[in-house]
């Protein structure tokens, strides 16, 4: 049950793209379509912004997309905006009923 | 609205034993698995922990295998974590979480959390 690998930063201006990788294996990321994303912003607790891989949860901005190639998936930020600033999680099925989540990865808004 | 409010965090010495609670409202609380999920301080998120909404299935982390219970009474809607054996590591923030869809870890709604100090 390793943590999946995100990097611990990431960082754009307003109005352009970010992509967020999270990489796992072919036992989680690579084994399922059951990759989710979470907003988290300081001293809050989460928000599910994608699921399975490219699904967006209702009221989460078409800005937010997912997707995935093999072992890595990636979140997508367009036309970002300061209030995009926070950390993103990723987390994978891992199979017999587990679940992993990434190391997590701050964007900043420049 | 859907809440989920953690209660019984605290500062507890290691070894020692707690309980988390978790009121859920706003929605059907039988119908719903139901998980833990901690962050220690200025880390990152960890899964804990997942009990079906009936109850009959609970599966648990490596780390917390043998010392810690989730449990539920869906006559009182709440959720409880029984947390035995406390260590250093188990020092975080405890979220309730509600499952919209097992094994996608598909998590709508998150509780504000409660926080564990277990000191060295």
């Known amino acids: 049950q390793s943590a999946l690998t995100q990097p611990p930063s990431a960082s754009g201006s307003p109005g352009q793209s970010v992509t967020i990788s999270c990489t796992g294996t072919s036992s989680d990321v690579g084994g399922y379509n059951y990759v989710s994303w979470y907003q988290q912003h300081p001293g809050k607790a989460p928000k599910v912004m994608i699921y399975e891989v490219s699904k967006r949860h209702s009221g989460v901005p078409d800005r937010f997309s997912g997707s995935k190639s093999g072992n890595t998936a990636s979140l997508t930020v367009s036309g970002l905006q300061a209030e995009d600033e926070a950390d993103y999680y990723c987390?994978?099925?891992?199979?017999?009923?587990?679940?992993?989540f990434g190391g997590g990865t701050k964007l900043t808004v420049l | 609205q859907v809440q989920l409010v953690e209660s019984g965090g605290g500062v507890v010495q290691p070894g020692r034993s707690l309980r988390l609670s978790c009121a859920a409202s706003g929605f059907t609380f039988r119908s719903h698995g139901m998980h833990w999920v901690r962050q220690a301080p200025g880390k990152g998120l960890e899964w804990v922990a997942v009990?079906?909404?009936?109850?009959?299935?609970?599966y648990y982390t490596d780390s917390v295998k043998g010392r810690f219970t989730i449990s539920r009474d869906n006559s009182r809607n709440t959720l409880y974590l029984q947390m035995n054996s406390l260590r250093v590591e188990d020092t975080a923030v405890y979220y309730c979480?509600?499952?919209?869809?097992?094994?996608?870890?598909?998590?709508?709604?998150w509780g504000q959390g409660t926080v564990v100090t277990v000191p060295s």
């Open positions: 009990i079906w909404y009936d109850g009959s299935d609970k």
């Open positions: 987390s994978s099925y891992a199979g017999s009923n587990n679940l992993v």
């Open positions: 979480v509600r499952d919209r869809s097992w094994p996608a870890g598909y998590f709508d709604y």
